[in-house]
Nanobody, 123 residues
């Protein structure tokens, strides 16, 4: 199995910054894509940003120019640097990984999620 552990959420004033981290552990063979999703109050979960093992990134229009996703492949860790935060960024942020892990007798590929870390931006 694969475990994702997030950190870095919290309370910040509008215009401030936060950095989220997510470390994947387990008998990981490869991680193709890592990313961040968020779910605000009364809203559906949405993609914030994602990054492939090769460094290609994709992000929501609402965060372009403010959020930066990066990844340390050696540490199986993904980061989300969030600048110029707005109250509408308030949400629970979830780490996601599409990866392959070893079972000992073979390999399994699947999607894995962290437990979520709350981000609250006050106006």
């Amino acid at each position: 199995q694969v475990q994702l552990v997030e950190s870095g959420g919290g309370l910040v004033q509008a215009g401030g910054s936060l950095r989220l981290s997510c470390a994947a552990s387990g008998r990981i063979f490869s991680i193709n894509v890592m990313g961040w999703y968020r779910q605000g109050p009364g809203k559906q979960r949405e993609l914030v940003a994602a990054i492939t093992s090769g460094g290609n990134t994709n992000s929501a229009d609402s965060v372009k120019g403010r959020f930066t996703i990066s990844r340390d492949n050696a540490k199986n860790t993904v980061y989300l640097q969030m600048n110029s935060l707005k109250p509408e960024d308030t949400a629970v942020y979830y780490c996601h990984a599409h990866c392959t892990y070893s079972t000992g007798g073979g390999y399994v590929t699947g999607d894995y999620w962290g437990q979520g870390t709350p981000v609250t931006v006050s106006s």
